[in-house]
């Protein structure tokens, strides 16, 4: 029998995360859904009735959103490791950054089946964690961005067909949310709300983008430090989702806004996410809370680590247990950072708040997310002011 999330928070979880890699160079090679596992659980934050197996969706379920042709594909290309031209140029797979790997079917798949199991979960209320899921670059049949299959959009789905009719979707991610916008244009039961950094792949997600009404858009300059981030939330991102007053809330809690993260130029602590979790946890009947980007294995395991602990309330303490700082002494990491890491990445989950002034165009940001109808100019002053 599952847990019900409505007593307490639910952590879904896999061990096909673990020493899956996308292959040497590329940057999905590092633990990251395993290492926020082993912390939780050597934090003393797990209790093991609470943790729920991911299942593989079906081709049957991934159908609900992806084409079936596409799905054959990705199910040829791990059966065989190879694809062909044709393949390759029509789907994505093998190319652009979306490598062929022995899980490349399963892996997303797990991804899905588990987002779809936490929706169903939490469609009557409750709090499920699935740190594998939040791959929202994915089209129908297309892989994108590190992404083969667009789970949020499956969890969504699910979400809708069971009767949901007024759905909120926040990214938090450093990219923006394209393909869990795409998938919803103009779907009046599901608004999607993105903050990303101006200027990076996929340069989309534009201020004056509203998808028909049915998504806002929070393009945010390099630099975008905790006051920034709180700001946003509180002044535009929080009133809007109260006044949809949501059934459910899925929240894509991207790691790659932290300023160690090696893909974006954000500079986020991990106290940023943590207090988008919080309000959430206090102000939405359901709420699920996915992964996402993240590319530094110590900055996205203590985040997520520590998501799930602001789920449950509890206090973070100022030291990793000995199990803990062993889990994230253990990592290794190729790039620049991870030659000479700084201590504290390896005694503490929580990061030193990196709080700082809030800029004019952050305000006007906010300003401009909450206005109902955007002036003419938005994208002016988006480009002026690093904002489209």
């Known amino acids: ?136 670059h994915a089209r129908r049949g297309r892989a994108a961005g590190f992404c083969y299959l667009n789970d949020p959009v499956l969890a969504i789905l699910t979400w809708l067909e069971l009767g949901l009719e007024r759905v909120v979707y926040l990214d938090i991610d450093a990219h923006h949310g394209d393909g869990v916008e795409a998938a919803f244009v103009g779907e009046t039961r599901v608004l999607t709300l993105s903050l990303h950094e101006a200027g990076r792949w996929p340069h989309t997600g534009l201020v004056g983008d509203r998808g028909q009404g049915s998504a806002r858009n929070l393009p945010v300059p390099p630099g975008l430090n905790d006051s920034e981030m709180r700001a946003l939330m509180e002044q535009a991102v929080f009133p809007l989702i109260a006044a949809r007053r949501p059934q459910a809330v899925l929240l894509q809690c991207g790691a790659d806004g932290l300023e160690e993260d090696p893909l974006a130029r954000l500079s986020l602590s991990n106290n940023a996410h943590r207090h988008v979790v919080a309000w959430l946890r206090e102000n939405v009947p359901a709420l699920l809370v996915c992964g996402g980007g993240g590319y530094n294995p110590w900055s996205v395991g203590r985040c997520w680590a520590g998501v799930w602990a602001e789920l449950n309330g509890i206090a973070i303490p100022p030291r990793t247990t000995p199990v803990a700082e062993a889990v994230l002494r253990g990592l290794r990491y190729h790039r620049a950072a991870g030659r000479n890491p700084p201590e504290h990445w390896f005694t ?9 002034p809030v800029r004019d165009e952050i305000w006007r940001l906010a300003e401009l997310t909450r206005a109902e109808e955007l002036p003419g100019c938005a994208k002016t002053i988006g480009d002026e002011r690093g904002l489209g």
């Not at 503490?348 to 700082?356: H, K, N, Q, S, V």
Request: proline share 8%; net charge negative; charged share 20%.
């Open 1 to 136: 029998m599952l847990p019900d999330p409505r007593t307490s928070p639910v952590y879904i979880g896999s061990e096909i995360y673990r020493g899956s890699t996308y292959g040497p160079g590329h940057p999905l090679a590092i633990p990251r859904v395993s290492t926020c596992t082993d912390l939780v659980r050597a934090m003393g934050w797990m209790d093991a009735a609470r943790f729920v197996t991911a299942p593989q969706a079906s081709p049957a379920e991934i159908g609900t959103f992806h084409d079936a042709d596409y799905i054959a594909a990705l199910m040829r290309a791990e059966a065989e490791q190879a694809v062909s031209d044709e393949v390759r140029a029509r789907h994505a797979i093998g190319a652009e950054g979306n490598p062929i790997y022995a899980e490349v079917f399963s892996r997303p798949a797990t991804s899905a089946g588990g987002m779809m199991l936490g929706a169903r979960m939490v469609a009557g209320g409750g709090i499920v964690h699935c740190p594998g899921g939040g791959t929202h």
């Open 348 to 356: 503490t989950i929580a990061d030193a708040p990196r709080e700082g």
